[in-house]
């Protein structure tokens, strides 16, 4: 009969210690499921490191596509600009002594004269642009 007592008390004993691992559990899944905040960021820091994979991915899958894509318009390139380099240099030149002409003969004119030109070029783009809308209407 006195090994009774003591295997109740050892019994009881080991019964509190699991039932406080038990509570310790329990209280450590509120605390996780009531904070909201580390929850939300755990989520974010999983979503962005998802993203971050995948756009390793794809750069790695599109790499060498973009080599391709520059080895073929590298040269067509260039010779966009052997052909248009001379063609914008002539426009130029042509066009520079026009604008010089332009600037002079606007200085010599009174400013009414360039108000009511300004006026008219004014109406004129507001005429074309309505023209335009109405057009796209149909």
Same mark, same amino acid.
């Given at each position: 009969?006195?090994?009774?007592?003591?295997?109740?008390?050892?019994?009881?004993?080991?019964?509190?210690?699991?039932?406080?691992?038990?509570?310790?559990?329990?209280?450590?899944?509120?605390?996780?499921?009531?904070?909201?905040?580390?929850?939300?960021?755990?989520? !974010?820091?999983? &979503? @962005? /490191?998802?993203?971050?994979?995948?756009? #390793?991915?794809?750069? $790695? %899958?599109?790499? +060498? *596509?973009? =080599?391709?894509?520059?080895?073929?318009?590298?040269?067509? !390139?260039?010779? &966009? @600009? /052997?052909?248009?380099?001379?063609?914008? #240099?002539?426009?130029? $030149? %042509?066009?520079? +002594? *026009?604008? =010089?002409?332009?600037?002079?003969?606007?200085?010599?004119?009174?400013?009414? &004269?360039? /108000?009511?030109?300004?006026?008219?070029?004014?109406?004129?783009?507001?005429?074309?642009?309505?023209?335009?809308?109405?057009?796209?209407?149909?």
């Amino acid at each position: 009969m006195s090994d009774e007592p003591e295997e109740n008390i050892t019994a009881a004993r080991a019964e509190v210690e699991q039932t406080r691992e038990e509570l310790g559990e329990t209280v450590e899944a509120l605390t996780y499921k009531a904070d909201v905040k580390s929850r939300a960021q755990e989520r !974010a820091d999983e &979503v @962005k /490191a998802r993203a971050e994979e995948t756009v #390793e991915r794809v750069r $790695a %899958k599109a790499a +060498p *596509t973009a =080599e391709q894509v520059k080895a073929k318009v590298g040269p067509t !390139a260039e010779q &966009v @600009k /052997a052909k248009v380099g001379p063609t914008a #240099e002539q426009v130029k $030149a %042509k066009a520079g +002594p *026009t604008a =010089e002409q332009a600037r002079a003969r606007a200085q010599e004119l009174p400013p009414p &004269v360039l /108000a009511g030109a300004a006026a008219l070029l004014l109406v004129a783009l507001v005429v074309l642009r309505r023209r335009r809308r109405s057009r796209r209407r149909y």
